[in-house]
Every structure is written in C-alpha cells, then in structure tokens.
C-alpha cells in the first residue's frame, strides 16, 4: 500500500481499487517471484525485490498490463468496434517495434506447449517478461493516440496498433491466469 500512495495512486483510484491493486501486487509479487526460477535452482527471497516496478518482477508485469488497458479505454474503442476492427483493419507492421511485438505475441502456443512439455513455469515468466518490455519498446516508439495538443482529446487513433496492443493483453491475461497473478483495470 504504502508504494501505490509513494506514486501517488491514491489520488486517482478508488479505495476499492486501490484494496485490489494492494492484494493484486501483494499476492501476485511473491507468487511470481517463486515461479519465475527454475524450480531445481535455490533463490534469495526479498520483499523489497519483490516490490521493485522496474525489472522481472509482478509489479512491472501487472503495470505493463494496465497501460495496455488504459491505452484501449483512453482510445475510447469499445469491445464491438474491435471486434468489427479484427475482421476489416490490416495489421501495417511498418516500423520494426510493432513487427517485434507482433512477433513476441504470435509465440505464445509455442511457448505453453514447451512449458507442458517441460513442466518448468519459470519458462513462462520469462515469456511474460519478454513481451512487456517487447510492448515498452513498441509504446516508446509508436504512437497508439494522438492527442491534441495541450489537451486530452484524442484527434487520431491507430487501429492496428490498438489491435495489436489488445492482442498483446489477451496473451498476458491468459499468462497470468495461468501463473496465478490477478489482474486489475487501473494500478
């Protein structure tokens, strides 16, 4: 609780919200921190890096998965309007991060199907880690919305890259349910 107010967040989450993104971090970090070693090798346990926001850690993971989500409510796309958008919009793959990211996304069978060969969850979690600092890149570099200028009225939102960054959250949200993190809308 006390990192969520260190950022600030008790000023723009609810109180509910801010009880399940609390128990979401505090459960999912020491879950996470257990399943992404190899389960032959010993680790150090440490809440404080455990906690830590940057790096392979639940938090980075779980916040990585909230900007996706905030990037889709902010571009006010509701669900049918991806839906229509997944059958009519063409995936451009122009710049080098959004076909690096479509790629890291597009391995995620291949990834759970080595992960029920092997039964090594660590090999999961690294796939996590890797797609969301593939999405980091890709957000750093490619504009999703466009805003106006000194306001917050969205003037311009790329559809393939929103599509992109809800197919990106779709394989996060089935990796996590598998890892056992809980997910929340707002962190």
């Known amino acids: 609780m006390a990192k969520l107010i260190e950022k600030g967040r008790d000023k723009v989450l609810t109180p509910e919200e801010m009880k399940k993104a609390q128990e979401a971090l505090a459960y999912g970090c020491i879950k ?11 680790y150090v346990f440490s809440f404080d890096k455990m906690l830590e926001d940057r790096g392979n850690t639940a938090v980075y993971l779980l916040y990585s998965l909230t900007r996706i989500r905030s990037i889709i409510r902010t571009a006010q ?11 009519e919009t063409k995936l451009g793959l122009q710049h ?3 076909l690096r990211l479509a790629k890291c996304a597009a391995r995620y069978p291949d990834v759970i199907e080595h992960v029920l060969d092997d039964l090594c969850p660590h090999t999961l979690c690294e796939y996590v880690y890797e797609l969301c600092v593939t999405f980091s890149e890709f957000y750093d570099n490619c ?8 306001t917050e009225e969205v003037v ?3 559809m ?18 598998i890892i056992g993190l809980e997910t929340v809308s707002k962190m």
């Open 96 to 98: 080098e991060k959004e």
């Open 156 to 158: 311009t939102v790329h």
């Open 143 to 150: 504009y999703c919305i466009e805003k106006k200028p000194g």
């Open 77 to 87: 796309v509701t669900t049918e309007a991806l839906t229509k958008a997944t059958n």
């Open 32 to 42: 996470y921190a257990d399943l992404m070693h190899h389960r032959i090798n010993d």
């Open 160 to 177: 393939d890259r929103i599509l992109l960054c809800k197919a990106t959250a779709t394989v996060l949200e089935n990796c996590f349910h």
